[in-house]
């Protein structure tokens, strides 16, 4: 869970295609039920969760909704798309290799030691 209080539809989903959490202004995220939106986008628009992410944000963004989420799809591919100045955000592969960012940087890796 990303958000405070995340709403099923809007700030958290997952189905079948993927597994959305959000955070941002929830009142805009509700309105466009935008975790569901994107999975919506993937299933029947055939969209990847990359490009159905990216476009939900950026149209988050431009009704005045910043924030960014976190995405997952079936095959394990990994969506951190965000529309504000910045968003703490990381992720883990199965090498072990861990991946952050906070602001528009690519995100960096660093290697998990076993100790």
Same mark, same amino acid.
């Given at each position: *869970?990303?958000? !405070?209080?995340?709403?099923?539809g809007?700030?958290?989903?997952? !189905?079948?295609?993927? #597994? /959305?959490? =959000?955070?941002?202004?929830?009142?805009?995220?509700?309105?466009? =039920?935008? %975790?569901?939106?994107i #999975?919506?986008?993937? *299933?029947?628009?055939?969209q990847?969760?990359?490009?159905?992410?990216? #476009?939900?944000? =950026?149209?988050?963004?431009?009704? @005045?909704?910043? @924030?960014?989420?976190?995405?997952? !799809? %079936?095959?394990?591919e990994? %969506?951190?798309?965000?529309?504000?100045?910045?968003?703490? *955000?990381? *992720?883990?592969? #199965? !090498?072990? /290799?861990?991946?952050?960012? /906070?602001?528009?940087?690519?995100?960096k890796?660093?290697?998990?030691?076993?100790?």
């Open positions: *869970r990303v958000g !405070d209080c995340p709403v099923f809007a700030g958290t989903w997952a !189905d079948e295609s993927c #597994a /959305i959490s =959000a955070t941002g202004h929830g009142e805009v995220f509700i309105r466009y =039920a935008a %975790a569901h939106e #999975a919506s986008r993937m *299933r029947l628009g055939k990847s969760l990359a490009a159905a992410a990216e #476009a939900v944000v =950026a149209e988050l963004g431009a009704q @005045g909704g910043s @924030g960014g989420l976190i995405g997952v !799809d %079936a095959t394990g990994v %969506a951190l798309p965000f529309n504000c100045a910045g968003m703490y *955000r990381g *992720r883990i592969g #199965a !090498d072990g /290799i861990a991946w952050t960012g /906070i602001y528009r940087e690519p995100l890796a660093k290697e998990l030691s076993a100790a």
